[in-house]
């Protein structure tokens, strides 16, 4: 295993690791529902598919849609 030939200042070390830490996902509000979500994720709510605030898929078209896949 090769070793490092000079000993990393504890500055440079704690500089590389200031992007490791990990950051929460951004939740927003559905104008249309008012419900939370992801942003930039479609989402289910009150049976309909809804993307930046608008339906996407109805749960009848939906249920189509897996009937015909099975």
């Known amino acids: ?3 490092p030939k000079w000993r990393h200042s504890k500055q ?3 500089k590389r690791r200031t992007h490791d830490s990990l950051t929460l996902p951004t939740i927003g509000t559905d104008k249309t529902t ?3 979500h992801m942003m930039h ?3 289910w709510s009150e049976g309909a598919l809804f993307y930046r605030g608008r339906k ?3 749960a009848a078209v939906a ?3 897996e009937d015909t896949e099975a």
């Open 63 to 65: 249920k189509d849609i």
């Open 56 to 58: 996407v898929i109805e």
């Open 34 to 36: 008012g419900e939370h």
């Open 41 to 43: 994720r479609a989402h």
């Open 1 to 3: 295993m090769p070793n």
């Open 12 to 14: 440079r070390k704690r």
